[in-house]
Structures are given as structure tokens and as C-alpha cells.
């Protein structure tokens, strides 16, 4: 074994980073991570913590937190209302007003090239509009 690592229980046992197992320990690595990513000229030790805080973080909000994938007819429909769009205003992406109400009203999934159409518009991952991702 490296002798970087010679003892990794000593060193957690010091005050090492360790995986975060509540919200007061995320509360005080987020903090942390604060500072760090606040300094103007951070040093390699320094910029190697910020990394590591970043992946503690970052696995226990996964785990904690997770923002469940929406479904494509919930994207589209959140789309449509935050710039203010109506279904002929689709029609380019879908073919149709009604290929769009279908789509809509779930009784017509996307196909490949509605997707791609739809990613180009939205300026988006053409995933965000896949079901049944995550």
C-alpha cells in the first residue's frame, strides 16, 4: 500500500474528509467547499479538497435528494408554459397540432425525430425527452 494512504483510519481519525452521513455534516462540508471555492489563488492541496468535498457532496445529495427524472410529456408541458407557447407552436417539431394533443394528452409517445427536433429547439439533451430515463 502507498504510503499516502498508510493509515486512512488515522487520518479520518484526525479530521480527514469521510463520507457525509446527515444534513449537519453536509450543512458544514458545503461551507467548507464555500471557502475553498471563495479563494482567489487556491493551492493544489487546496484545489484537490475542493474535488473531493465536491464528490462527498454530491453522493449523499444524490442519495438524499434526488430530483426524479420527469417524465417527456411533463418536460414539454413545462416548456410550453415557461416561454409562453402553444401547440401550433410545435407543429415544426411534431408534424402536426394533432401529433402535438396526442403527445400531450399520452396517447402518442415521441418518436426519434420529434426528439431530435425537440432538443434542437429547446437547446436541450435530446435525453430530457427519452421515457423512462434514469
Do not use: C, W
Amino acid at each position: 500500500m502507498s504510503t499516502l494512504l498508510a493509515n486512512p483510519a488515522k487520518m479520518i481519525a484526525r479530521g480527514a474528509p469521510r463520507v457525509i452521513h446527515n444534513d449537519e455534516e453536509l450543512e458544514a462540508y458545503t461551507a467548507a467547499l464555500f471557502d475553498l471555492t471563495a479563494l482567489e489563488h487556491p493551492s493544489l492541496s487546496e484545489r484537490e479538497a475542493v474535488e473531493l468535498l465536491t464528490l462527498l457532496i454530491e453522493r449523499y445529495e444524490q442519495e438524499h435528494y434526488a430530483i426524479p427524472a420527469a417524465d417527456p410529456v411533463s418536460v414539454v408541458r413545462f416548456l410550453i408554459e415557461k416561454q409562453s407557447l402553444t401547440q401550433r407552436d410545435l407543429i415544426p417539431q411534431f408534424g402536426s397540432e394533432s401529433a402535438v394533443s396526442m403527445f400531450l394528452s399520452r396517447q402518442r409517445k415521441l418518436t426519434l425525430e420529434q426528439m431530435r427536433r425537440l432538443s434542437a429547439r429547446f437547446k436541450m439533451p435530446i435525453d430530457v425527452f427519452i421515457a423512462g430515463r434514469g
